[in-house]
């Protein structure tokens, strides 16, 4: 028995001829789908196969198509290794398929298919249409648009002489109060930019309103000069991402996508890293703070007990003293008062309690400097006079040290502005620690000089012991003295400098301390210059 079918009409196809119209390309396949049986002249011609070719081929080998797996009805009952359905192809092509040449190109065709029983043995029978390449184009332009027409982010194209050509939904559904396409079609892009000055609060360009003329002189040269790469834009709708291309001789496209609440998670995400950032840095500067209290609670432990220590030697030795010899007055040890071995003790106990008094008046002094209690008496002091006076009590202590203190001034008549007796007391302090630590037969210098920077200077500088960095710093310390306070047998209460440099701090200067181990020290009290 024979069967002719015939193919539809396919007059707007240039590829094809009468004869092609007449006949249309036929294949025979198995009931299942998984081999050829026969084909007609047309579909061999079509395909570049012989017969015998063709039928050496399985169907999957000659079709190119994503088969639809939501199309069960059609599916093979033959399983592979996995034990799993195979979808045969030829049973679910649908409308068209890309069908592969014997020369390995692709041939795109119309398909229909249906099922013939003949004497019992059922065969699908396959017809294939071709398609031109205009058709395809067509088809393609229309899926594109399509796509284009439906995708989220926004489009608007101008030709070659800046006039609008398309948009699509989404860019109608950001800018709303543009009209509908049809209506916009060949407008000017000027004129689409004067729509779109016209729309409240959707140009957040000052220049549109202060120069309306300027502002579209910049759009029309963006235009034609748009900036390379994506740009965020801030308009009155939103923030939106935008990238903008203009191709010679085609026109322009502007792509824009919302990008508000992305940027909004951006900036919340900056924010809180940025808070975190200085939460961070205050827990940072929190525990610096927390371990130098520690330190400074540490030392003031130390210079707690290191006083302590001090005192029960400072303050002990004089009391004994006064304590010693008014007992054995009143119990006239060596008989009655008029015995001349009582005659030293009254001067011996007048000096104990100078002693002890001016102990008692370094830590009141130090106490009311740190209080913010202590007031300056300032007046203009003649320098010579007050180097020579402090010089002069503190000779003494120089002779029985066996060290010579000399006095040099730049200016006779020189003159600060400081409290005279704070002033005095720094000196005669300088001078004490520099006895104290410059051994026999050592030179102590006693000076006054302007520097550069007419500051004017008292400094006291010795031939002594000298100090390395680390011992400075203990010396500057309150209660603490250079060496061990146990062993030290000169007297002081470890409070000489700290009180010098409070007092000096007082008077809006500087005590400054240079020393070298095995050469000696220069303190100097650096008074900045008179008002």
Known sequence: MSVEIKGPDLGGIAETNQSDRLEAAILVLSDDCLSFLDANSRALEMLGYTRDELQALTPDELIDVSPCPSDTSRISNEKDSSNRKVINPWCVAKDEVTLRHANGQSIFCHVSSGRLEIGGCAQQIVTLSPVSHDQ?????????????????????????????????????QIFSYMPPLEEMVGKHYLDVVKLTMKAPGVITDPLSVSDPEAYLEKRLKRLHNPPDGPFEQNTGVGWHMVSEMRIPGVGFVNLRRDITVEKQFRDEMSQANEQLATVAKAMKKSHADALKAQVLAEQANRSKSEFLAMMSHELRTPLNAIIGFSSMMTEKIFGAIGNERYEEYPTLIHESGQHLLAIINDILDLAKVEAGKMDLDREKICVADIVE????????????????????????????????????????????NACKYTPEGGDIELFFKQDDKNRKIIGVKDTGVGMNKADLGLAMLPFHQVGDVSTNTENGTGLGLPLVRSFMELHGGTLEIESEPGKGTCACLCFSADP
């Not at 608007?156 to 989404?170: P, T």
């Open 136 to 172: 395809k184009l067509l088809k393609i332009g229309a899926l594109l648009r399509l796509a284009v027409e439906h995708m989220p982010d926004a489009m608007i194209v101008y030709d070659i002489d800046d006039r609008l050509m398309y948009f699509n939904k989404a860019y109608r």
């Open 389 to 432: 006076e402090s010089a002069r009590l503190m000779k003494g202590l120089a002779v029985t040290r066996g060290v010579t203190i000399s006095i040099k001034t730049e200016k006779e008549d020189a003159t600060i502005f400081a409290d005279s007796r704070m002033t005095k007391q720094m000196i005669v302090n300088l001078l004490s």
